[in-house]
C-alpha cells in the first residue's frame, strides 16, 4: 500500500497578512469607540454611584445627580440648572463648558466626579486604554485567522507551518522517514483505515528503532513484537499505549510531546473550532522556541515604564486628577506579562534533572555490558590465535608451495633456467680446457 498523502502547509503571504491587519485594525476600532466607553462608564457608575439619596438621572449619555427640579429634564441634553454637580459621570465625545453645563472638560475626554474620588473630577483620555483595546483587537484577530481556511487565515497558515516544522523536526531526532513520521502523527480515523499488512511494517520498524542496545540482542526479553501487535491489535490503542511510550523512552519526553501534538493538531484540521490544539503546537513547538527570550524582554521592558510612570506620579508631574499615562503603563505591563504568562504556560518543562541522570545510568551500563563483551570476545580471539598460530603458518606455506610447482609456467622457467646454466657451465669449461692446453 503506497503511504497515506498529506495536504501541502500554505505558506503566510500578503493576502495572510493584510487580511490579518484589516481584523485586527478593524476590531480594535470597534472596541476602542463603540464598547470601550461603556465599559469604563459601567466600571465608575456601579463602583462609585450614590448609595443614599436621589439616584442618578441620564440626560443623554451624562449620568448625574439631578438639582431640585432637575429630574424633569430627563432624556434632555445636559445643562448647568439640571445637576447639582455632586456625581457626574460624562463619558461622551462632546466638549462641556462651566457655564453652560455646569462642568469643564475637552471634547474626545471623559470626566468622573464623585465624592469618592475626592474633590476634582477625573479626568480620563481614551488613550490610557489603547493598549486594552489592541490587546482585545489583536486576540479578534488570531481566533478568527484561527477559524478561517490556511489559503487565506494568517494563524492558520502559521500552524499549517508548524506541523510540518515540527514533523520535520522529529525526523531529524529520531531517522524516521516521513513515511513514518506521517503514520505517527495521523489522526485515529484514518490510521484505522490502513491495510494491516502496511501497519505491521510501519509499526516494526518503530519497535525495533526503539528498542534498547542491550536488548535487541537478548533472548530474555519478554515482549516481540509478533506477540505484542496481530491482526486482533487495535492500532490506535498499540500506537498511543506502546509506541509512544517506546519513543519516550528511547529518545525523549519532548520528542514524544511534539508527536502527540502535532497528532492532536490534526484534530483541528477536521474542525477548525478546536482552536485549543492548534494553539498549543503552535505555542509549544514554535512560538515559544523562537521568541521566548524577546517575550522576556518585553516584559521588563514594560516594566521599566510602568516604573518611570509611577516615579513621574510621585514627583507630582502627574496630576492625580489626569492618570491616563499611569493607565497606559499599567495595561502596557499586564499586556506584556499576560503574553509572557501565555509563553510560559505553554512552553515544554524541561525534564526532571533525576529522569536525566537515570538514562544516563541506563545508557553507561549498556554501553559497559557492551565493551564487556567484545573485551570477552577479543580474549578468545587472542587465546585461538596463540595455540594454532604455527599449525596455520605452516598450512600456508605448504600450500604456497604447492601452488608455485603445480603451476606450468614456473615448471616451464625453471627447466630454461636449468638448461641455461648447463649451456654456460660446458662453455666455460671448453675455455678453460683450450687455455690449459695452450699452456702446456
Given at each position: 500500500?503506497?503511504?497515506?498523502?498529506?495536504?501541502?502547509?500554505?505558506?503566510?503571504?500578503?493576502?495572510?497578512?493584510?487580511?490579518?491587519?484589516?481584523?485586527?485594525?478593524?476590531?480594535?476600532?470597534?472596541?476602542?469607540?463603540?464598547?470601550?466607553?461603556?465599559?469604563?462608564?459601567?466600571f465608575f457608575i456601579t463602583q462609585f454611584k450614590p448609595v443614599t439619596g436621589k439616584p442618578l438621572v441620564n440626560f443623554r449619555g451624562v449620568y448625574a445627580t439631578p438639582s431640585a427640579e432637575g429630574e424633569k429634564f430627563a432624556g434632555m441634553e445636559v445643562r448647568r440648572e439640571?445637576?447639582?454637580?455632586?456625581?457626574?459621570?460624562?463619558?461622551?465625545?462632546?466638549?462641556?463648558?462651566?457655564?453652560?453645563?455646569?462642568?469643564t472638560k475637552a471634547a474626545g475626554e471623559w470626566l468622573a466626579k464623585a465624592p469618592k474620588l475626592g474633590e476634582d473630577p477625573i479626568i480620563l483620555e481614551p488613550f490610557?486604554?489603547?493598549?486594552?483595546?489592541?490587546?482585545?483587537?489583536?486576540?479578534?484577530?488570531?481566533?478568527?485567522?484561527?477559524?478561517?481556511?490556511?489559503?487565506?487565515?494568517?494563524?492558520?497558515?502559521?500552524?499549517?507551518?508548524?506541523?510540518?516544522?515540527?514533523?520535520?523536526?522529529?525526523?531529524?531526532?529520531?531517522?524516521?522517514?516521513?513515511?513514518?513520521?506521517?503514520?505517527?502523527?495521523?489522526?485515529?480515523?484514518?490510521?484505522?483505515?490502513?491495510?494491516?499488512?502496511?501497519l505491521e511494517r510501519v509499526f516494526r520498524y518503530v519497535w525495533e528503532r526503539t528498542m534498547p542496545e542491550e536488548q535487541a540482542g537478548s533472548r530474555k526479553y519478554p515482549v516481540r513484537f509478533e506477540d505484542a501487535f496481530t491482526p486482533e491489535t487495535d492500532p490506535v490503542k498499540f500506537r498511543r499505549e506502546i509506541l509512544d511510550n517506546r519513543i519516550r523512552e528511547y529518545f525523549s519526553d519532548f520528542?514524544?510531546?511534539?508527536?502527540?501534538?502535532?497528532?492532536?493538531?490534526?484534530?483541528w484540521r477536521q474542525n477548525r473550532l478546536r482552536i485549543g490544539k492548534a494553539l498549543r503546537l503552535y505555542m509549544s513547538h514554535h512560538?515559544?522556541?523562537?521568541?521566548?527570550n524577546a517575550v522576556t524582554g518585553l516584559a521588563y521592558g514594560g516594566a521599566a515604564l510602568l516604573i518611570i510612570a509611577i516615579g513621574i506620579r510621585g514627583l507630582k508631574f502627574i496630576p492625580a486628577t489626569r492618570p491616563t499615562?499611569?493607565?497606559?503603563?499599567?495595561?502596557?505591563?499586564?499586556?506584556?506579562?499576560?503574553?509572557?504568562?501565555?509563553?510560559?504556560?505553554?512552553?515544554?518543562?524541561?525534564?526532571?534533572?533525576?529522569?536525566?541522570?537515570?538514562?544516563?545510568?541506563?545508557?553507561?551500563?549498556?554501553?559497559?555490558?557492551?565493551?564487556?563483551?567484545q573485551s570477552r570476545d577479543i580474549h578468545r580471539l587472542a587465546e585461538a590465535l596463540e595455540g594454532g598460530t604455527t599449525e596455520m603458518i605452516r598450512r600456508?606455506?605448504?600450500?604456497?608451495?604447492?601452488?608455485?610447482?603445480?603451476?606450468?609456467?614456473?615448471?616451464?622457467?625453471?627447466?630454461?633456467?636449468?638448461?641455461?646454466?648447463?649451456?654456460?657451465?660446458?662453455?666455460?669449461?671448453?675455455?678453460?680446457?683450450?687455455?690449459?692446453?695452450?699452456?702446456?
Amino acid at each position: 500500500m503506497a503511504k497515506p498523502q498529506q495536504a501541502r502547509a500554505a505558506h503566510a503571504g500578503v493576502v495572510h497578512y493584510g487580511l490579518f491587519l484589516l481584523l485586527f485594525l478593524g476590531s480594535t476600532w470597534l472596541f476602542h469607540t463603540l464598547l470601550l466607553p461603556r465599559i469604563v462608564e459601567y466600571f465608575f457608575i456601579t463602583q462609585f454611584k450614590p448609595v443614599t439619596g436621589k439616584p442618578l438621572v441620564n440626560f443623554r449619555g451624562v449620568y448625574a445627580t439631578p438639582s431640585a427640579e432637575g429630574e424633569k429634564f430627563a432624556g434632555m441634553e445636559v445643562r448647568r440648572e439640571y445637576i447639582n454637580r455632586e456625581y457626574i459621570f460624562d463619558f461622551t465625545p462632546k466638549a462641556r463648558t462651566e457655564q453652560e453645563h455646569g462642568y469643564t472638560k475637552a471634547a474626545g475626554e471623559w470626566l468622573a466626579k464623585a465624592p469618592k474620588l475626592g474633590e476634582d473630577p477625573i479626568i480620563l483620555e481614551p488613550f490610557g486604554f489603547i493598549i486594552l483595546s489592541l490587546d482585545i483587537g489583536f486576540l479578534i484577530a488570531v481566533l478568527l485567522t484561527l477559524i478561517l481556511p490556511p489559503t487565506v487565515g494568517l494563524m492558520a497558515a502559521k500552524v499549517e507551518e508548524a506541523m510540518e516544522e515540527t514533523k520535520a523536526k522529529v525526523r531529524i531526532q529520531t531517522g524516521f522517514s516521513e513515511e513514518v513520521i506521517n503514520v505517527l502523527v495521523m489522526r485515529d480515523e484514518e490510521l484505522t483505515k490502513l491495510e494491516w499488512s502496511y501497519l505491521e511494517r510501519v509499526f516494526r520498524y518503530v519497535w525495533e528503532r526503539t528498542m534498547p542496545e542491550e536488548q535487541a540482542g537478548s533472548r530474555k526479553y519478554p515482549v516481540r513484537f509478533e506477540d505484542a501487535f496481530t491482526p486482533e491489535t487495535d492500532p490506535v490503542k498499540f500506537r498511543r499505549e506502546i509506541l509512544d511510550n517506546r519513543i519516550r523512552e528511547y529518545f525523549s519526553d519532548f520528542v514524544a510531546r511534539e508527536i502527540i501534538d502535532t497528532r492532536a493538531a490534526q484534530l483541528w484540521r477536521q474542525n477548525r473550532l478546536r482552536i485549543g490544539k492548534a494553539l498549543r503546537l503552535y505555542m509549544s513547538h514554535h512560538f515559544a522556541e523562537q521568541y521566548s527570550n524577546a517575550v522576556t524582554g518585553l516584559a521588563y521592558g514594560g516594566a521599566a515604564l510602568l516604573i518611570i510612570a509611577i516615579g513621574i506620579r510621585g514627583l507630582k508631574f502627574i496630576p492625580a486628577t489626569r492618570p491616563t499615562l499611569i493607565l497606559f503603563a499599567i495595561f502596557l505591563e499586564f499586556s506584556m506579562l499576560t503574553l509572557l504568562a501565555f509563553t510560559l504556560f505553554y512552553t515544554e518543562a524541561e525534564e526532571r534533572v533525576d529522569k536525566m541522570l537515570k538514562k544516563m545510568e541506563d545508557a553507561a551500563r549498556g554501553q559497559l555490558e557492551t565493551l564487556e563483551q567484545q573485551s570477552r570476545d577479543i580474549h578468545r580471539l587472542a587465546e585461538a590465535l596463540e595455540g594454532g598460530t604455527t599449525e596455520m603458518i605452516r598450512r600456508r606455506v605448504e600450500q604456497a608451495i604447492t601452488e608455485y610447482l603445480t603451476s606450468d609456467d614456473t615448471v616451464k622457467r625453471m627447466i630454461a633456467e636449468e638448461i641455461s646454466q648447463k649451456i654456460l657451465i660446458g662453455i666455460r669449461e671448453a675455455v678453460e680446457t683450450k687455455a690449459n692446453q695452450g699452456k702446456s
